[in-house]
Every structure is written in C-alpha cells, then in structure tokens.
C-alpha cells in the first residue's frame, strides 16, 4: 500500500472540532484508512502534552 497512514486526533471543546469531523467524515466516505480518536480537551499545549506518547506509539508500530 503506497498511502500514507494517517492518524487523527481532536480533543471535544477543540474550537476545530466540526471541520475535523467534516475532513473525517470525507475520508470515512471515500474508504481511505485512517485512525480517528475524539478526546476530552481543547486545542491547546495541555491537549498536545497529555496525547504525545499516543502519537509516538501509533507512528512507531511497524519500525524494527
């Protein structure tokens, strides 16, 4: 598979929240794998820090 994996995340008071559901909503549409998690949080540093190692984990499977 030559796509890329794609890992989206968003926290429920993000003020980005609704375009983030729509462009999700599009790749639920047109069949395009994706990893979508909605969370507690806002768009802010507090959000970022308390998903980081999540981020890390995910991008990691799959490296020797």
Request: hydrophobic content about 30%; proline content about 6%.
């Given at each position: 598979?030559q796509?890329?994996?794609?890992?989206?995340?968003i926290?429920?008071?993000?003020?980005?929240?609704k375009p983030a559901?729509e462009?999700?909503a599009?790749?639920t549409?047109?069949?395009?794998?994706?990893?979508?998690l909605?969370?507690?949080?806002?768009?802010?540093e507090?959000?970022w820090?308390?998903?980081?190692?999540?981020?890390?984990r995910?991008?990691a499977?799959g490296w020797?």
């Open positions: 598979d796509r890329p994996r794609l890992y989206l995340d926290g429920r008071l993000d003020p980005y929240l559901s462009f999700e599009l790749l549409q047109y069949r395009v794998p994706h990893t979508w909605l969370n507690e949080g806002t768009h802010d507090a959000y820090h308390s998903q980081v190692e999540a981020y890390l995910w991008y499977q020797e």
